[in-house]
């Protein structure tokens, strides 16, 4: 873009010279006509004025010259420049997607990790309560089976146990084991029983019938839980079941392994 206005100019300044010194050339030329000058005279000058002119076109041919090798150098230096920041642009773009995997791959491990982290939480389930907290309760009978409730929490590892409805709650598929205390006085009419249900399902039960004394009865089983399955004791009708602040009517299950 530069190196076609440099040559214009030179262009330009060349032809004004060329046309100062005709003009001058020419000035000279009616003086020595009208003064009666000789015509070697006028010879002379033409000569050294077109050396004059000579010089001064080759003093400008080498500016010109000196002009294009700058330009070629600084068209070359530019060029190298372009090619470094190129280079580093790459280079960067590599850099910023080195960054990106690595933080994939954080944001994965931490995932792992809470995942981990989870499993390791469900993993410890266990549970344990009685029926009061204070009092004595003497329970039934009653005319159906009826749900019992053991209020008196001592251990709810993992919060899978509800103490207000008496549930239990599988929070992972896997092997539970389940066992039962049941407490209460012989009579001739009402014995002592509780079932353990799965899923409203009844699995195993628990049963004593004496006419006077103390009965105490127990059972336990295990079973296999998917996620959402429920697990709870059911008084059996026309049955008594008793507890007090001791302890004696408990229930208690514990996660054994993941499946």
Not at 182 to 202: D, F, Q, W
């Amino acid at each position: 873009m530069f190196l076609p206005l440099l040559l214009l100019i030179c262009s330009l300044s060349a032809s004004q010279i060329q046309a100062e010194s005709d003009n001058e050339l020419g000035e000279n030329l009616r003086q020595t006509e009208s003064t009666g000058g000789e015509a070697g005279n006028v010879s002379d000058q033409q000569q050294t004025y077109r050396e004059d002119i000579h010089a001064a076109l080759r003093e400008m041919s080498g500016v010109l010259a000196g002009l294009k090798v700058e330009m070629r150098y600084l068209q070359h230096e530019n060029e190298e420049q372009a090619a470094k920041l190129a280079e580093q642009a790459a280079k960067l773009a590599e850099q910023a997607a080195e960054l990106l995997t690595i933080k994939s791959r954080a944001n994965t491990t931490e995932n792992h990790v809470n995942a981990l982290k989870r499993q390791g939480e469900v993993k410890r389930v266990a549970f344990s309560a009685s029926l009061v907290t204070s009092g004595v309760l003497n329970i039934g009978p009653f005319n159906a089976n009826t749900n019992l409730i053991f209020r008196n929490v001592v251990t709810n590892v993992g919060n899978a146990y509800n103490p207000h409805t008496g549930i239990f709650t599988a929070p992972v598929r896997g092997a539970y084991h389940f066992e039962f205390y049941i407490h209460g006085y012989g009579h001739r009419s009402h014995p002592v029983a509780a079932m353990l249900v799965k899923n409203r399902v009844h699995v195993v039960v628990a049963y004593e019938r004496q006419t006077s004394g103390f009965a105490n009865l127990a059972n336990g089983v295990t079973l296999l839980l998917e996620v959402g399955d429920v697990v709870f004791l059911r008084q059996r009708e026309n049955t008594r079941i008793y507890d007090d602040p001791e302890g004696y009517t408990t229930f208690s299950g514990n996660l054994l392994f993941i499946m």
